[in-house]
């Protein structure tokens, strides 16, 4: 989407104005002298046919404009203004503009309180998440596109410098977020372990910061990732194991370990999942998505910190050659692993991915990212991801980048006692316990068995957040959210 800022007088040509007011009457009148349409566009609220509550819309036609349609906003009440509901109420207005195929739009930044550039950084990631569409399957045979239109260019009325920067900003956050959304969305087969290595290829071709390093099947077999290999046993493909290194700052040694669980699919192998279950299982590769669109974000943003990131990528995949329930692998790390239940995979190949990273990379702290359990999506829902940490300063953090960013977070306890869940009468550990009680705890304390003492470290669960059971947020075109993003952005920003 081009950007560019205007004057009332100066606007240009354009398919829509979005004209943005209060809830109640004195919002509206406000906002209506503002762009001197007073005289014509009183009607609708005095009639009572729009309040301007949160992401409220309207079209009027007016004649003598340079625009061909008029579309009223509503922003809620003034006194709930907030970073959120800006972008909600913006996103609102984009898919109402889209619906009408407005390419052209302009928009009447409003009157607030808040600051210039607190408003343009939540109106721009509204208006930017909104505007996004996924329409690669979407074909017909005669030719004739189903494909959902986007505004292409949007004018700023009202707008500043420091307006103009904060959107600079957030289209280079925001592309991370599509690249996020992209590969979620994308079928099963056609993303998948090598797939994801060449956008990271293309990552380190397009960003001269960035670094990309893959394991090959081989490397991976010398290096005893037994775990990973296991996981990807009864699969076609081949799995990598993927490093990107982005380096932002040369002068300083803080580094931030960020690693995705990349499961092309997961049917849950031999412990096959039923009909239910496995329908959303191409987007088990959530975290490895956000991991490349946060690099891709950072190297945008010329990011003045340092960040390693590591994919662990492959499928579970149900075939003859499958790995089996009852039997034991070793980790790269060193312990071995009674596999309880073959669905229980993420943790397994993050296991070695995490053990790779920390023998290989001086890191800081680790947060890794994974679409883990099913028990988190039951405890928390789809609104917010499971985060648990060993350290409490790293989580508030956290808490504090997801209060920026509305992707929510909520602090789950890592309760020790039940590793004795993980106890096998045959290995050093089992891969889950017998019944699914605590089962996003007991698939975090199994990571933190692969943690070295005194490394901070950070999970977060996103099986409910990455991919979602149908659309919510005006924000959220599609199922796939790129959640994550945002959130490791403002969480690297706010690092001293
Ligand atoms: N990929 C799933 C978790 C998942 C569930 C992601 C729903 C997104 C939506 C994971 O690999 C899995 O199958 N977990 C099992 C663990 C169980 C076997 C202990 C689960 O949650 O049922
Ligand atoms: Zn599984
Ligand atoms: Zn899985």
Not at 99 to 109: E, S, T
Not at 120 to 139: C, H, I, P, Q
């Amino acid at each position: 989407m081009k950007i560019s800022v205007a004057t009332a007088k100066k606007r240009k040509r354009a398919d829509a104005l979005i004209l943005p007011f209060w809830d109640g009457k004195k919002g509206a009148e406000a906002a209506f002298s503002l762009s001197r349409l007073a005289t014509l566009t009183k009607l609708p609220v005095k009639v009572g046919d729009f309040k301007g509550s949160e992401g409220e819309t309207l079209f009027l036609y007016l004649s003598g404009q340079p625009e061909k349609r008029l579309l009223l906003l509503g922003l809620g009440k003034q006194k709930s203004f907030s970073a959120e509901s800006v972008r909600r109420s913006f996103s609102a207005a984009v898919r109402a503009c889209q619906r009408k195929k407005c390419a052209q739009v302009n928009l009447f930044l409003p009157e607030t309180e808040m600051e210039m550039g607190c408003l343009a950084r939540a109106l721009s990631e509204g208006v930017l998440l909104a505007n996004y569409t996924f329409d690669l399957y979407k074909k017909r045979a005669s030719g004739e596109s189903e494909k959902q239109p986007l505004i292409e260019s949007l004018s700023l009325i009202g707008g500043d410098k420091i307006c103009a920067a904060e959107f600079a900003r957030s289209q280079k956050i925001i592309s991370g977020v599509y690249k996020a959304r992209d590969l979620v969305n994308g079928n099963a087969d056609d993303v998948y372990a090598q797939t994801l290595a060449q956008e990271a290829k293309d990552l380190a071709k397009e960003f001269s910061g960035v670094k990309t390093t893959v394991l090959s099947k081989s490397q991976l077999e010398k290096e005893k990732m037994g775990l990973l290999l296991a996981v990807n046993r009864g699969a076609m493909r081949d799995p990598a194991l993927i490093v990107l290194e982005y380096r932002g700052d040369a002068r300083s040694k803080d580094v931030t370990g960020i690693v995705g669980k990349g499961v092309s699919f997961d049917t849950g192998g031999i412990n096959l999942k039923p009909r239910g279950s496995i329908e959303d299982m191409k987007a088990d590769m959530s975290g490895a998505a956000t991991v490349l669109g946060t690099i891709r974000a950072a190297a945008a943003l010329k990011l003045k910190k340092n960040i390693i990131g590591v994919i662990p990528a492959v499928e579970n995949a149900i075939d003859a050659n499958s790995y089996k329930p009852g039997d034991v692998y070793q980790s790269r790390e060193g312990k071995t692993v009674e596999i309880a239940d073959t669905d229980a995979e993420g943790r397994l190949i993050l296991a070695d991915a995490l053990s790779y990273l920390q023998d290989n990379y001086k890191v800081s702290r680790i947060i890794d990212l994974a679409t883990l359990t099913g028990s988190i999506v039951v405890a928390l829902g789809e609104e917010a991801s499971g985060l648990f940490s060993n350290r409490d300063d790293l989580a508030k953090q956290i808490e504090a980048a997801s209060e920026k960013t509305a992707e929510r977070v909520w602090r789950m306890p890592l309760i020790a006692e039940y590793k004795e869940y993980l106890k096998s009468t045959i290995a050093d550990m089992k891969n889950v316990g017998g019944a699914r009680k605590g089962g996003s705890i007991v698939a975090a304390l199994f990571l933190q068995e692969f943690i070295k003492p005194g490394m901070p470290w950070a999970h977060l669960d996103i099986a409910g957040t990455a991919y979602l059971s149908e659309l919510k947020r005006p924000y959220h075109p599609t199922l796939a959210t790129g959640v994550g993003v945002r959130l490791l952005i403002e969480f690297l920003e706010s690092l001293e």
